[in-house]
């Protein structure tokens, strides 16, 4: 079973920065895509960024040329950095990893959330 970890949300002004980052702990054979999802109030969550093992990165279209994601693979951490924030990125962050489990089975791991306010 793995857990996911948040961390690094809080409350910026309109144009600040942000880095969130997201530890995983347990055991898994293996820990293949990490991506971050958002959700704001009375929306879907969304999928904002996705890197896979190999590094190869994926982004919402409202993120891009705004945020990176980046991942080491050795301590299965994955990070978002978020740059020119404006109030419509405010949301709860989650972070999600998908694996290969010991027995081989797929699974996939959510955080608990961490909390970005942006002020406009």
């Known amino acids: 079973q793995v857990q996911l970890v948040e961390s690094g949300g809080g409350l910026v002004q309109a144009g600040g920065s942000l880095r969130l980052s997201c530890a995983s702990s347990g055991i898994a054979y293996s820990i293949g895509d990490m991506a971050w999802y958002r959700q704001a109030p009375g929306k879907q969550r969304e999928l904002v960024a996705l890197?896979?093992?190999?590094?190869?990165?994926n982004y919402a279209d409202s993120v891009k040329g705004r945020f990176t994601i980046s991942r080491d693979n050795f301590r299965n951490t994955v990070y978002l950095q978020m740059n020119s924030l404006k109030p419509e990125d405010t949301a709860v962050y989650y972070c999600n990893a998908a694996g290969l489990d010991l027995r081989g089975a797929e699974f996939a791991s959510w955080g608990q959330g961490t909390q970005v306010t942006v002020s406009s």
């Open positions: 890197i896979t093992s190999g590094g190869s990165t």
